[in-house]
């Protein structure tokens, strides 16, 4: 005779011993692997913009809520991997910059970014896609982007990228500037730059780059760092009332109690634009680059929305 308690149904039994089997087979968490738990923030491009056959900035940003990681970060594109030796521990972030070449033949590509681990396990963080263009690439920097949308409609039509930066964003290697073809500053806190970009900015204009400096109230601010770069010997700054004329045939725009810039032009600087004696764009070169200083604010209202 059975015992009572062993008269139940096998199948049950056979079913439970498959549940813990099925249990045993299933993949166990990331984390439970030994994968790290790291976040990763990117900026690549111009404002997400690039151009084929010109490099191209990538910054990350890796910040570890896990466990101490030992390994590689890793950034690709096309045939090329960049390799930089990752030891980050828990709570931790660390930032990387480089520039990647972009060839224009490769005009469908993206860009990987991915952990190597010190067991050769590769973990993708990310994989973004390019999408090239621009036959002129405009950076703008600055805190009043609407005073400069009008930018995106530079003859000829449809040739004029505007790519909004920040400081953060500005490359310490001249190269990951090389795509842009004029940088504007206006407007915008300058005193966040780092040397490494104010030498980079300063190598870029030698080498062709072409940069805008905008005036107005914070014009300290906004020229803060620039100061071997500025065509003017700064004295102060006054109100008047002024008329701007491209040329005799262009209607005048009549700027009433703005803000002026006023200083001595510095040695090779010329005056494109004035009235009276005071000056209001004024340019000077640097190596094969040039220097433009505008001594008012652009972003006031009657200038932005002149047809001129």
């Not at 439970?16 to 993949?27: C, H, N, T, V, Y």
């Not at 910059?97 to 005009?107: F, M, P, S």
């Not at 005048?252 to 010329?270: F, H, K, M, P, V």
């Not at 040039?290 to 972003?299: E, I, K, Q, R, S």
Request: hydrophobic letters at 45%.
């Amino acid at each position: 005779t059975q015992h009572p308690t062993q008269l139940k149904n096998p199948m049950k039994k056979h079913l439970l011993l498959g549940l813990l089997l099925l249990l045993f087979l299933l993949p166990l968490p990331a984390q439970a692997q030994g994968l790290p738990r790291i976040q990763a923030q990117f900026s690549v491009g111009f404002d997400g913009q690039c151009k084929y056959g010109e490099w191209l900035p990538v910054q990350v940003t890796l910040i570890n809520q896990g466990d101490d990681f030992t390994g590689e970060l890793v950034i690709a594109y096309s045939q090329a991997r960049h390799k930089f030796p990752l030891e980050l521990p828990a709570n931790a972030q660390k930032a990387f910059a480089t520039v990647l070449y972009i060839d224009q033949n490769n005009i469908s590509q993206q860009l990987e970014i991915s952990l190597l681990t010190e067991s050769g396990q590769e973990i993708e963080l990310n994989q973004i896609p390019l999408t090239c263009g621009a036959t002129r690439l405009v950076g703008v920097m600055t805190d009043t982007p609407s005073a400069f949308t009008a930018l995106n409609a530079l003859p000829p039509a449809n040739t004029t990228d505007v790519a909004y930066l920040d400081v953060a964003s500005l490359a310490e290697n001249w190269l990951g500037l090389q795509a842009m073809d004029i940088l504007l500053v206006s407007n915008a806190d300058a005193t966040q730059l780092t040397e490494k970009q104010h030498a980079a900015i300063r190598t870029w204009i030698q080498k062709g780059g072409q940069i805008i400096f905008g005036g107005g109230a914070g014009y300290q601010q906004t020229w803060a760092g620039f100061d071997n770069l500025i065509p003017l010997d700064v004295s102060g700054a006054s109100v008047a009332d002024v008329t701007l004329k491209l040329d005799t045939a262009s209607e005048g725009l009549a700027l009433n109690s703005i803000l002026l810039i006023d200083g001595e032009l510095t040695a090779d600087t010329q005056i494109l634009f004035s009235t009276g004696d005071q000056p209001l764009v004024v340019q000077k070169k640097l190596g094969a680059g040039v220097v433009t200083l505008l001594t008012f604010d652009p972003n006031i209202s009657s200038f932005r929305s002149w047809d001129q």
